[in-house]
């Protein structure tokens, strides 16, 4: 089906259309709200709750849908996202008292001098394990702009903060990531050795 006639269908509350929908986006998305998630049931609340306002923003907005169906859905579930994470108070603070100068003399750069770290052979799980290990506001960040590409300005507006904060937190993220990786990684090592 067609990505007009999906969206016209949609709005008739057409059942084989939702089913459509759902099984079209559904792996695509469940796959980054793990990324954005600090573990696998929060994931598929997250999942499910931002799906579904998702799919009802696309019914609303279904003339500026149908122009990239992929893309829209993509930015409107990370915005859902990031609104659902912001609600979780207990957990989730994007501010940050430490502010990053242009030259820094710390080299946060995950590909560069590393002793333990074999990005070619890193697998998914333990990247996975290492960004569901950030604090909420880092993870955030480092899943928007590394990952997702958005630049720090629109990082910024997305989160309702200032460039400078959304600087810090990738910074720490950057820093924070490598560690659990380190972490990770070691054990695995232990865990082979004998």
């Known amino acids: 089906m067609a990505d007009a006639d999906l969206l016209s269908a949609l709005v008739k509350v057409d059942k084989v259309a939702k089913k459509q929908f759902f099984e079209r986006f559904f792996p695509p998305l469940s796959a980054l709200s793990q990324r954005y998630a600090k573990n696998l049931a929060q994931s598929r609340e997250l999942l499910n709750i931002c799906l579904a306002h998702t799919l009802q923003h696309v019914i609303k ?44 003399s710390k080299n946060y750069d995950l590909f560069k001098d590393n002793q333990i770290i074999d990005f070619n052979t ?3 799980e333990s990247l ?12 955030l960040v480092f899943n928007l702009h590394v990952i997702e590409g958005y630049s720090l300005r629109d990082v910024s507006e997305l989160l309702e903060t200032s460039e400078q904060t959304v600087k810090s937190n990738l910074e720490k993220s950057k820093y924070n990531l490598q560690k659990n990786l380190e972490t990770t990684l070691k054990a695995l090592n232990n865990e082979h050795a004998i």
Do not use: M, W
């Open 122 to 124: 890193l697998d998914v």
């Open 61 to 104: 907005n279904r003339h500026e849908a149908v122009k990239d169906l992929d893309s829209f859905v993509k930015h409107q579930f990370i915005k859902e996202t990031i609104s659902f994470l912001k609600q979780q108070r207990n957990e989730y603070y994007v501010a940050s008292t430490v502010r990053v100068t242009e030259t820094s």
């Open 128 to 139: 996975l394990k290492g960004i569901r290990g950030l604090v909420p506001s880092q993870r």
